[in-house]
């Protein structure tokens, strides 16, 4: 009850969202959105009722990575939306065709 809720809204609808303590430090997420004309995100931020209660995000990137889609590969790794293959977390969208 004492901590509070981050909501990514993507086109009117929640697509990704956090709620409680997540402990220190900086944690990664990742929305896929697949290819869009246009897209509207809001980021909602409801702090909770605790007086130490926070919210913070930082960092936001929106890329046009159109070859890699989550999939059935683990938690650190994208499914290529040609291929079955598994490509790690880190290769995805760094400029290379990691996707055949």
């Not at 809720?5 to 697949?34: E, P």
């Amino acid at each position: 009850a004492g901590s509070g809720t981050l909501s990514v809204i993507g086109d009117g609808a929640t697509v990704w969202s956090k709620t409680g303590n997540q402990g220190h430090g900086w944690s990664k997420a990742y929305v896929f959105i697949g290819q869009q004309n246009s897209y509207t995100i809001d980021i909602k931020a409801t702090v909770g009722q605790s007086p130490n209660s926070r919210i913070a995000f930082d960092d936001i990137a929106m890329l046009h990575c159109h070859d890699t889609a989550p999939a059935d590969c683990s938690d650190f790794e994208f499914k290529c939306k040609t291929s079955t293959m598994c490509i790690p977390e880190a290769k995805k969208c760094n400029g290379i065709q990691d996707c055949s």
